[in-house]
Structures are given as C-alpha cells and as structure tokens.
C-alpha cells in the first residue's frame, strides 16, 4: 500500500479537467512525485473521498483560485474534519501564499521551493512525527515563515529547469520577488509548457526576434508609459511600436497574445486612451493580431504593491472581444477572458484573508444565491452583506497585520516596503527606479 498520496479535485473553472494535474500540466507537483520516489516514496493520487487511505495527502494549489476549489472539494466532507481526520494534509504551491483560509483543511503548508523539505517532511509525518522547518507552517496557526529559495535549478529524470526567477524587478509580480533569479534568466523565453508553440518572450527582447511564429504570448503591464515605468516594467511606447512592427516583418499572420495589467493603483481614462491611440501607429509589412488579455490588477504578497488599493472595475467583462483598432495590417482586440469583477475580488479575498474572513470565503464557496448572479450582481450581493473594504483598501506598510505580515523573502522586507513608498512619492515614474538591492 501507499502512504502518500496526491489530491486531484474539481476544477474551479470550467476550462480545465481538473485543478492539479492533467488540465494545466503541473510540474511542480510532478517534481514533488520525483523528488519523494527518489528518496524512496511511492506516490498515488487520490481524490476527497478516497483520501483516508493514505497517510499523508499532498496538495498542489497552483493559483489562488485553487483555494476555492480545493475549499469547496473538502470543507463539507465530516472525513476532512479537522478533529476527524485520519491523515496529514500537505499543501504548497504558488497558489498557496496565505493559507488562512484552508488553514483548517490543511496542516502543514510549505513555502515557496518545497523540493529540498519535501522528503523530510513526508518521511517524518509518515512515521508519525512532527516537522518543523522555517519555511513550513503548521496549521492552523499563522505566524512569520521564510520562503523556501532553491539551492540549484533541478534537474530530475523527467525535468530540467534552465532558469528559475526573473531579473526584473516588476512591483507587482509576486515570482521575481519570492523567487531568487538562477540561470538562463537574462534570457526569459518560456515555451515548455506549450511544447514550444506559443513562446512566451519579454517584450524587450521581442527586436532579436530572427524567424517567424504564428504565435506569440508577450507582456507590456501597463496602459501606458507611465504606468511601465512607475511599476517597473520599463517598456516605452515606441518599443510598443517598433516590437509589432518587428513581428510584421515575416511573411504571413502572426497572433500575438499581449498580457497586461489594467486598474493599476493611478490608472486614469488617459493611461488607456494612451495605448489605444498608440495601437493607431503600428503599421506592420504583414499580418499582426494583437489579443489584449487584461487581467485587474492585484495586490501580490511580497510584492511593494502588495499595500497598494484595488479597484474592482464593473466594466472589465463588457470589453470582451471587442475590437480596439483594425488598420490595414494591424488588429488589436480585447480577449475573451478578460476577469471580471467577482473573479478580481475572490482573488484578492483570499489572498488578504485574516481568520475574520471565514465567513465571507464560505459563503462565496457555497451561497447559491450568488452563483445565480452575474459578476458585477455577485460583487454587490457581497457588498450588500459584508465589509469589503479589508480587500480593497491601501495598508501602512508598517501596519502590524498588514498583507504578507507573515512571509519573508530573499529580498529584505524594509526594502520591499521602501519600493511601494516610492511607487507613492513618485506616480509621475519620473525616476522610473526599480529597487536596487544588493544579492537581487
Ligand atoms: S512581470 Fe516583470 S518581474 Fe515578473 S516575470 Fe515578467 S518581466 Fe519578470
């Protein structure tokens, strides 16, 4: 028999088959299955109802929205009952950065690389055991971690990692601040997870470009210049131009899905009339289609702008598809997944979750009177009932409970805390100065 299992639970959207594993090509949750088989670990998967086989149950939660489904998988069930439970619940992942809200539903959290406590863990809890380590958090106590870095890129049977991290130092981008940079990564070119067919490359790198691709995913985050620039993203508007205009220049169509990051904290009107106007100047010899896929911004632990205010935007679903410019050999169109407003609050609901927020993630999981809403109904039901001001407000970076009060990076949090100050005193981004710490 096995002691140790994996959790595979419902998807929370309906896109994927299901949240850890087949759906969105989990590598590290198949890293984890090495590492434990290596050190001698057989490792099965089971789902809610089967997990009282095993001993220890892991559970991957690769997004913030795999709390909520992990949440509603599990929190009805009297065999996951915290006083009933007949097995150890490990949990980790990117997805799991503050654990408040499972913190009944799992007992111990990892933080940040799990590959060099994994084993220890397992093999402690398996023998019955207790764990402690510093990146490890038993639940369901909160209290102050170190996120895990990891000593080298690895390289298992099955995986090899040639970079982990980014050097940019983006204020809102939760990977380059809990993760150190290692690697190839002065060359940010992902394209493993698509086997190759969509790379994913830095808009700044976007000029070396040498062949033609159908299909490209890139990033600007930011409407406009001085958004990229406030924020650490640095790409100016006639880099915007230049780098489609590049793209254009090999032969036949090339779709480019073009991320973004919209309701940034000072975003007015103008910042968006800024790139919709710009779009007008792309000229390309051929075919370019630009998918703008704008995601609200969100406060992410360890990042400055983790104290920064959210603005939930009512409009963000009635964009959709909709076309911003379509000249000669340029589009450029709105995507069809644009986040609405109750996805946006969610995820900032779970994220800056205190014990206080019990009741309103429980409600969100299970009231079916908000699942008959559409988004913007959903958000005002909410707001109807409860204070959601805790989600959207900016905190004083030296508040006592502020958000992330209980993660620790590599980069020192004064520093942290200094760079959201900075992103206040300068909104112009005149300076446009991305935190400057020794050992980044
Ligand atoms: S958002 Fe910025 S810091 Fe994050 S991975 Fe992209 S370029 Fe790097």
Redesign the pocket.
């Known amino acids: 028999m096995h002691d140790i299992a994996f959790l595979v639970y419902a998807p929370d959207r309906q896109r994927r088959k299901n949240n850890s594993f087949d759906g969105n090509d989990n590598v590290g949750a198949y890293v984890i299955i090495e590492v434990l088989e290596r050190a001698g670990h057989k490792v099965a998967f089971c789902g809610p109802a089967t997990a009282h086989r095993y001993r220890v149950v892991l559970v991957s939660f690769t997004s913030t929205y795999d709390l909520y489904a992990f949440y509603r998988a599990v929190a009805l069930r009297p065999d996951w009952q915290p006083d009933r439970r007949p097995f150890v619940v490990v949990g980790g992942g990117f997805g799991l950065q503050n654990p408040t809200v499972v913190r009944h539903y799992v007992d111990y959290a990892v933080f940040g690389r799990g590959e060099d406590i994994v084993a220890d863990l397992v093999g402690q809890v398996v023998g019955g055991g207790q764990f402690t380590h510093e990146s490890v958090m038993r639940l369901p106590e909160i209290y102050s971690v170190k996120v895990a870095q990891a000593r080298q890129l690895y390289h298992g049977p099955r995986f090899k990692e040639a970079f982990i991290g980014?050097p940019?130092?983006?204020k809102?981008?939760h990977?380059?601040w809990a993760r150190r940079s290692m690697g190839n990564g002065g060359q940010?070119v992902q394209d493993t997870l698509t086997h190759g067919n969509s790379p994913e490359i830095?808009f700044k790198q976007i000029g070396s470009i040498s062949r033609k691709y159908g299909r490209i995913r890139t990033?600007i985050?930011g409407f406009s210049e001085r958004l990229r620039v406030l924020y650490?993203?640095k790409i100016t508007n006639q880099e915007i131009v230049d780098g489609f205009n590049h793209i254009g220049a090999f032969a036949g169509n090339t779709v480019v899905i073009c991320y973004n990051i919209g309701n940034m904290p000072t975003e007015t009107e103008s910042d968006r009339a800024e790139l919709y106007d710009l779009f007008k100047r792309i000229k390309p010899r051929h075919r370019v289609i630009v998918v703008l896929h704008t995601t609200p911004f969100r406060p992410s632990l360890l990042t400055p702008l983790q104290f920064a205010p959210v603005q939930l935007d009512p409009s963000a679903s009635a964009l959709r598809f909709k076309e911003i410019v379509s000249t000669g050999t340029f589009m450029a169109k709105h995507s069809m997944s644009n986040e609405g407003p109750f996805s946006h609050l969610q995820c900032v609901v779970a994220e800056r979750a205190t014990p206080a927020t019990d009741r309103l993630f429980h409600t969100i999981c299970f009231s079916k009177k908000l699942r008959s809403q559409n988004s913007n109904g959903q958000v005002r039901l909410l707001e109807a009932h409860f204070d959601l001001s805790p989600y959207l407000r900016r905190y004083d970076p030296t508040e006592v409970h502020a958000p992330g009060w209980f993660l620790e990076s590599y980069v020192p949090t004064r520093m942290i805390r200094k760079a959201f100050l900075w992103t206040e005193k300068d909104p112009a981004g005149r300076r446009g100065r991305v935190a400057k710490v020794k050992g980044l």
């Open positions: 980014c940019n130092k983006c809102f981008c990977y380059t940010y830095l990033a985050d650490g993203k």
